[in-house]
């Protein structure tokens, strides 16, 4: 059998012209369901998965408007094309403005309404991976992922929960791998404004000369690669959050711009002289000392009094290391799903020496190592041995003298330790190097190198 087109439900009263037009849609590969009136047409769209709604303007006494509300009430993204009798303005921007996607006029020409159909299913398609985007990501950044016992971040989740409930402007501040992202995006998803976008922008990645079109946008030939004109991330954030990450890297020339948006909600366009608006709520991020900077006048004092309303400071994972096993635990489940094995937990050893680290890179570098971890792992529980080398050599010098071959110096511990972890890798990666090396967390060169040095 022929592939499925698209799931259509034909909505219309007159019996011989719905089976004409659902035979015609059958025929051009679409599963058509059919219904004779609103009542009917309701009772399918609940059962069936259809995409598509065919439906006539007037179906006997009961409205085709009226059908194309209900329809989109049970299923938002469900696209209802309109079939009327009168070609008037008037019934199809009404139509549209109900929510269906595109009209045709009776007498049907079918090849133009398949053409219609086509599009129609396009644009289905679009919101349903609009809408799966959406509940991943709202998934994603849910509460529920946001982990800790410590008392510290108790109290950064009291001041994320009264961020979403503000629409004042926030200022994140913490080492690099702390959550600062992940708390902005907290923010914005339990907000008021969590159906608008979140669109979060790195300053430091965007070379300098580009920054303003980027937030800004710019008129065509406002600079000189300007060929078309460039929509800025204010006005693609209109209705949502903008999330400023590193906002300690912003030259004064863009800070004196973002202050006057702050305070007038208004922005120009790179190359314009027309103020534009738009309904944005700030979040700012960075790791740098903010006040370190503003007294060097290096950064605004006034921009950074209206960034500083919400102030959420994020401690490093090394002043909260109650927080660690239960991180664990959390990634070894979300890791063990994503890498499809059943890892149910980490053994004490391995835990302590994760205790026993600094962590510099914070709650991302438990992360990559807890990933790692549940790659290598054999068994159902970490062990020692999954863990990264770097770890391992950390610890291995803090039980010096304690540990049974503390005889042997460090070199050659750390020499067994990278072949007993490169042999492993390379086990895993059924030899593939590249692979290796990425489970290693080195460069592909540097693992031929020291496949070499070692003899493997
Ligand atoms: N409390 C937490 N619970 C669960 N996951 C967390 C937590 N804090 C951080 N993470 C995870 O750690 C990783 C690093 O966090 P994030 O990217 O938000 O850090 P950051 O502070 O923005 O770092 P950088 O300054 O380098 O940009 C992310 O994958 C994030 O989901
Ligand atoms: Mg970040």
Redesign the pocket.
């Known amino acids: 059998m022929a592939e499925i087109k698209g799931i259509v439900l034909v909505v219309e009263d007159d019996e011989m012209q719905r089976e004409l037009v659902s035979e015609n849609l059958r025929q051009a590969g679409y599963q058509v369901y059919e219904a004779a009136g609103t009542r009917e047409a309701l009772d399918l769209a609940n059962q069936q998965p259809v995409e598509i709604a065919v439906v006539d303007y007037k179906l006997g006494s009961e409205s085709g408007l009226e059908l194309i509300k209900e329809l989109k009430r049970i299923n938002p993204i469900i696209t209802p094309v309109m079939v009327t009798a009168f070609a008037s303005i008037e019934t199809a921007v009404e139509a549209i403005k109900q929510g269906a996607y595109d009209y045709v006029v009776k007498p049907v020409d079918f090849q133009k309404f398949l053409l219609i159909l086509e599009r129609a299913r396009e644009r289905f398609r679009l919101k349903r991976e609009v809408a799966e985007l959406r509940n991943r990501l709202e998934e994603k950044f849910s509460f529920k ?4 016992v410590s008392k510290a ?1 108790e109290r950064v989740a009291s001041l994320i929960s009264r961020a979403a409930r503000s629409e004042a402007t926030a200022l994140i501040t ?10 902005a995006r907290l923010i914005h998803f339990s907000s008021s404004r969590s159906a608008g976008p979140f669109m979060a922008v790195n300053l430091p990645s965007i070379p300098e000369t580009l920054v303003e079109s980027e937030l800004f946008g710019a008129e065509k030939g406002a600079y000189t690669d300007a060929r078309e004109r460039k929509i800025g991330k204010f006005e693609a954030a209109d209705g949502g959050t903008l999330f400023l ?2 906002i300690g890297d912003l030259s004064p020339a863009v800070q004196v711009k973002l202050l006057r948006f702050l305070q007038d909600r208004e922005f120009y366009r790179l190359g314009s002289t027309k103020p534009l608006k738009a309904d944005v709520r700030i979040i700012a ?1 960075t ?1 740098r000392n903010l006040e370190k900077l503003v007294s060097e006048e290096k950064f605004r004092a006034d921009l950074y009094y209206r960034l500083n309303v919400i102030r959420i400071d ?1 401690p490093p994972l090394r002043e909260r290391k109650e ?1 660690i096993a239960l ?1 664990v635990d ?2 070894i489940r979300e890791y063990s799903r994503r890498e499809k094995k059943n890892i149910r937990g980490i053994s004490a050893e391995a835990l302590d020496l994760l205790m026993k680290h600094d962590f510099p890179g ?3 570098e438990l ?1 990559n190592a807890v990933e790692r971890a549940v790659i290598f792992a054999e068994g159902e529980i970490i062990t020692r041995a999954d863990l990264p080398v770097f770890l391992e050599i950390k610890s291995e010098q803090q039980l010096a003298g304690q540990e049974r071959d503390s005889s042997k110096p460090l070199t050659d511990r750390v020499r067994e330790l990278e072949i007993r972890e490169i042999r492993r890798a390379l086990e895993k990666s059924g030899g593939v190097k590249s692979r290796a090396a990425r489970l290693l967390g080195i460069t592909e060169r540097m693992l031929s190198y020291k496949m070499k040095i070692y003899g493997l």
């Open positions: 992922n946001f982990v800790f971040m913490g080492e690099t791998g702390t959550g600062k992202d992940l708390i990450d590193e991020a790791n994020v927080d991180l959390h990634f914070n709650v991302r992360e």
